[in-house]
């Protein structure tokens, strides 16, 4: 953009250049003249740069001169002064955006004008204010003497509740505003986008409608010229008018502005409402002539139509007069093997050697004009096959009855290709195989499931205790035991083939550790962070594995800290937060709902300006952006790779913070991955409930637990464990529960624990589950759904980790 802004400063600067030395060359015969010429200093019309005078008026003062071998002297004074001068002869003219207005015109000369002005409420960028009209105890600050004092005076005579507070400069007002001390400022609109582009960017705005900037008190601008000096009056004016002819003007505009001058909304409403009588007027008019020709042209319109139908049909249409086809369709050109334009004018006897009429009897035909001598008043429906002269047999469905066609008689025949029909219902016989074949599959499917539940119960409680032998056995019988779990891993390979056929075995691809990845992120951004953020790792989740892309994972780390950094221009804090989560029902969020299920929850929140609540839900749109050198794709970006992930984001915002909410779905490999944070998984004291009804599997889990330095309580009838916890609320810290018991269900153990103890974590234990069966646990209060395991560490680590982390657990209830 500022590329852009720069190219057209620089062409408008060379255009002036060629100009300037174009009108040098005129040759001005006219007596020179030297005047005098007072000015007040308001950007951009009249300022210093460098010393030296410069600005729009300067510029267009300067060139006047120049047309007109003209010299002046130029004084800088206050607004107020320099109309004095002006008025008492003491100067010839006057330069400085001023605008005509009625009391002026009495004491002063005005030249044509050369821009058109108006006054535009300025307001702190946060306010909501749109016009003066509807303000409340409005403190304005307006220019001393200026068209803003004037205006602001004459609604308060109107009953207006402002209170005026006058300044020397704009710029004053202006800092004012800044500083809160001013509700708004009134000003005019040239010089106000000028400061607020070079001063006071993003802190004050222009207050806006629908329409765009709202504008006051419209006025044109023109220099002041003494009444005793007519002769300068009518060069300059002259000179103006030229230079507006020329483009000099609009040139000198873009250079000093590059700005759209403020909007007419009274012109705009009047082009509007002209365009639109315009269009009805002409709308109506095409309407007429559109009924006119739609009168004209109805019957070629209604015959178009019946030909699109009949076009449209997937049955053959045939409409025979003496014998020869005078109207036919593409179905019909088909099943004679021809082209619809090729059909018209000839016989059906030109493309059939003969047909058959298969029903009681087959009756053989060798040309249609039986078929025309056989009928009679009423037509007849007759299912038969047609032999094209290609060879080609087609099983048809025919109806043919007598008609009037063009007011003759004529015959209509309506063919249905059977062809295709007639291989699907061979196709349909083998498809009854095929799904008695798939029903078998399915039961084969559900018994195999059921087996390989009971054999991994069985394996569960062999390579358990191989596992506890092999800690205790000496080297020499070590083989052996090495034998049986070696054995009986391939025997659970061979069950897992079995979950995966019968279809209750869930697939975990690749995984990728999240915790890692922002860590990676981390040391990229220390160096491209300002040394005044301070970034803090809150890494809580304990189990940190997602399936995804490690860098695009990474990509949406570090678009979220960049953007949290560019938030905090004077520093602040970025926090990166995990924690596993549970939604246990759908959850409502600012840009989406989040459904129920287990998510890892990454959160980065920083202590910046905030997002303004217009911009929140636009925020992820492609090319949106806030920011002056933004290119809107970095939150588009972050969004498209977590749908990629198959998860879901929010977002919070505040004036004094932010926080972005990542959902991604847990998806963890199985493996010890966790074991090389066995040190910081800590023991705390109390009762673990173990509920089965395979009292091996009991003693099994109890006897691991022991090993890790936790105790543990096994059952094999549910209530009684539910007596057990009736009695023993305060020492038992966590329950697992079988999921399929014969009597009494885990699920009902379940939903018993959730009602009398909310509080009290239950993890759901089967042989297999799918992912139906888990999302009905979780959704019932199970903290977590496990297979059953038989590796006394993983069983130990996983016990460890559910008791450590669960009050670290966020069950979120949307």
Known sequence: MRQCTAILLLTVTIALTIKGGAFAEKVNNTKPLNIRVVAAIYEPFVMYKNGKLVGFDIDLLNEICKRNAITYTIMVTSFQEMLKHVHEGKADMAVGCIYVTREREE???FTEKYLDGGLVLVVPAESSLTSIY????????????????????????????????????????????????????????????????KYFSGSIKIAKSNWGD????????AFPVSIYNKELLNIISDSICELESQNFIDMLYWKWFAVMPPPDVQKRIMMYISAIVITVLFSFLMFQLY????????????????????????????????????????????????????IMGKTLDDYFDEYSIVGENVLNYSSFYDLDNALQTHGFVY??????????????????????????????????DTTELTQLLVQQEQLK??????????????????????????????????????????????????KIIQAGNHAKDIVAKLLTFSRRKTFHASDIHIHSIIHNAVSLLHTALSKHCELMLLLHAYDDTIYGDATEIQQVIMNLVINAAEAMPHGGTITIQTENTTVVNEKSGLIETIPAGDYLLLRVHDTGTGIAPEHLEHIFEPLYTTKEKGSGLGLAIVYGIVKQHKGFIDVMSTDAATSFYIYLPVKSTGKKIEEKNEHALQATPGTIIIIDDDDNICLLYQEALRLGGLQAKTFTNPKEALTFIDNHTDTVMLVLSDVRMPQFSGKEVLEYIKKNYPELPVVMMSGYYDDEMKEQLVRAGAYEVWQKMYNINEIVHKVKSVVNNYGRKNIIRG
């Open 107 to 109: 004491i002063f000369h």
């Open 433 to 482: 195989g095929q799904l008695l074949q798939s029903q078998k599959l399915e039961i084969i499917g559900q018994i195999a499931g059921g087996i390989a539940h009971d054999f991994n119960n069985i394996l569960t409680v062999i390579l358990g205790y191989a596992n506890l032998i092999e800690k205790s056995i000496d080297d020499k019988n070590k083989p052996a035991i090495e």
């Open 214 to 221: 709202i504008v006051y008190d419209r006025k044109e601008i």
């Open 291 to 342: 009924e006119r020709r739609k009168r004209i042209h109805k019957l070629q319109i209604i015959e178009t139509h019946f030909r699109n139908l009949i076009n449209d049909l997937n049955v053959g249409v045939y409409i025979l007069q003496k014998n020869e086809i005078v109207l036919a369709n593409f179905e019909g050109a088909r099943i004679a093997g021809t082209s619809l334009e090729s």
């Open 134 to 197: 509807n303000a409340k105890h409005l403190r304005l600050g307006v220019k001393l003497n200026a068209t803003g004092d004037q205006f602001a005076s004459k609604l308060i005579r109107q009953g207006y509740d402002i209170e005026i507070v006058r300044f020397e400069d704009t710029v004053d007002s202006f800092n004012a505003l800044v500083n809160g001390k001013l509700d708004a400022v009134l000003n005019d609109y040239l010089n106000s986008v000028y400061l607020l582009n």
């Open 383 to 416: 299912r038969a096959v047609w032999k094209r002269k290609d060879g080609a047999a087609i099983n048809v469905l025919f109806r043919i009855r007598p008609v009037t066609w063009m007011g003759q008689r004529a015959v209509e025949c309506v063919v249905s």
